[in-house]
């Protein structure tokens, strides 16, 4: 097992601190130290015993820490971070801002296995998974990089509320339903009431869309949101886009989906990236209104509705050397209003940091 103290969750904490005979309660210091004061030092975690402290670093208990190597930010706002990993490998996260909301975007994994063709990371392969602590210690760092967050276009009233982001994206590079354990325990982490307690609504998995990672989260303890990128309404379209449809069809992805939602009653959010001439027309939104139709809630009320689903359009943000281009606004209001008209609620997603490389798919680029 691991010894990093930053990758545990709450009850494997107690689990630690009551095998090396300590109270349970013991556990409270060392995960509020690590998630709320960013200590990475065994021994500045001042409640416990010295001997304990002591005991902790013999038997090579440790608390691991990235560093921001580099930062960039958009006319917009939007900040990306560049972190580097113990093993100097680099990862990325994106922090925005939108409808009062500091939206950080964390990345799972050191590039991608899953290589969708519209998207950066995906030409990089998969170098490795992220650990829980390197998952959550992106959230910490930002967190601690308060000067970027206190925005005057971000409705933060005082200087806590500067230092908090409100929501958390799985979104970044990386698939997480592929580094599942690691994904799960940082959504636990980052939920706890004795860190940084960021609420589980607010909390987003976003997948490529498998399978087995979807029923397995069906059952779990905590239920984050889930998003799936879809991208297109047909195996044939989504097969050129996402080559891991020719393992999952999309009928085995909604087989999943629909046992997540029986169990979990959750909604789920459908995204989609237009791309120009592929998957944008007025065709391909009726088709994509016939393959979401079993999504729909029975009630509409919201008070009422449970289950059901919300689409996402997404303009696409090329990066350097892809043929894919984006489609024109009017193909995407089109697009929209054929989901609208048919009962779907449908956002549009705006458009950020596209002057540093952070928007949906551009992750990576600066890693060779
Ligand atoms: S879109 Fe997501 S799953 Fe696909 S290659 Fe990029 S990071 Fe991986």
Redesign the pocket.
Known sequence: MDKDLKSMTFPQLEGLVAGLGQKKYVAGYIFSFIHTRLISDISAITPLSKPFRSELVKQGYYISKLEVADKLSDPDGTIKYFFELPDNKRVEAVLLYDDGRATLCVST?VG?????V?????RLGLARNLTAGEIVDQVGLVVRDASCVARANCEIRNAHDARRITNVVF?????PLANYEAALNAVRILNHPAGRKIGIRRITI???GLPPGIERLADEDVSPRLAI?LNAPTDAIRQKL?P?TRKYPLDRLFEALKVYQRKTRNRVTFEYCLIKGVNDTVMHAKMLVKCLRPFMPASTRPRVARGGCNVNLIEYNPYESCALKPSAREAIERFAGVLRNSGFETTIRRKFGQTIKAAC?Q?GTSIK
């Open positions: 994994q991608c296995a899953m290589n969708c519209f998207c950066a990371t995906g979104m970044g590079m990386g698939e976003s997948t490529c990128s996402m891991i798919g992750l």
